[in-house]
């Protein structure tokens, strides 16, 4: 089992840029493919980006695409989720997850899928 802890999220001003950070707690994170997940008031949780073991193999929903970008540095045992020209309907609470990969280019989409979860960190959006 690994710890996960988000950092990085906050009041953003719409149209401006973020960075949410995610620390995983254990000497094998370059085995571990990674997820971000959001949950806003109401809705069902959702992925908004997936990244394999390997760090160049990327997923993005439909909805993510353009503005997201989802990227890991192994040194730092950390990935990271940029989000640009930030809307209104990206405000929610963002989790990662990370789940052991048997292969280095596989990253998973499905929530059920992961199996270690952050506790989050919310982002309120400003008009």
């Known amino acids: 089992q690994v710890q996960l802890v988000e950092s990085g999220g906050g009041l953003v001003q719409a149209g401006n840029s973020l960075r949410l950070s995610c620390v995983a707690s254990t000497h094998t994170f370059s085995s571990y493919a990674m997820g971000w997940f959001r949950r806003a008031p109401g809705k069902e949780r959702e992925i908004v980006a997936g990244?394999?073991?390997?760090?160049?193999?990327?997923w993005y929903p439909d909805s993510a695409k353009g503005r997201f970008t989802i990227s890991r540095d192994d040194a730092k045992n950390t990935v990271y989720l940029q989000i640009n020209s930030v809307e209104p309907g990206d405000a929610a609470e963002y989790f990662c997850a990370a789940r052991v990969a048997t292969s280095p280019f596989i990253f998973y989409r499905g929530s059920y899928y992961y199996t270690d979860w952050g506790q989050g960190t919310q982002v309120t959006v400003a008009l």
């Open positions: 990244i394999s073991r390997s760090g160049d193999r990327m």
